[in-house]
């Protein structure tokens, strides 16, 4: 599947993305879609972004962050938790 710039992104899309990319590794899929939906059955709403997708169902949300992973905006660690994808545009470079 193609890797659309982040500028082609939907909201909801990036919204997804820059929870990734601020908390690497935090979440698994089903949690991201919880956290965001703002489901009763998430524990820890201490999280700035919990509840910003309540307009959403948690199945559309999961489906978001499937199609971030076919276009692999961002992909699961070891631990099937979802982390940024780091690429060469994304690296600093240190002289």
Not at 14 to 42: C, E, N
Not at 53 to 80: C, F, P, T
Request: proline share 5%; with cysteine; aromatic share 8%.
């Amino acid at each position: 599947m193609p890797h659309f710039p982040a500028d082609q992104l939907s909201s909801w899309q990036q919204t997804i993305l820059d929870v990734v990319h601020r908390y690497p590794g935090r979440f698994s899929r089903s949690g991201l879609a919880k956290m965001l939906v703002g489901a009763r059955s998430w524990q820890d709403t201490s999280y700035a972004e919990y509840g910003r997708l309540s307009s959403q169902r948690r199945k559309d949300v999961d489906y978001l962050v499937d199609i971030l992973l076919q276009q692999e905006h961002i992909q699961l660690d070891g631990n099937n938790c979802l982390i940024p994808v780091i690429t060469s545009d994304t690296v600093t470079r240190v002289p």
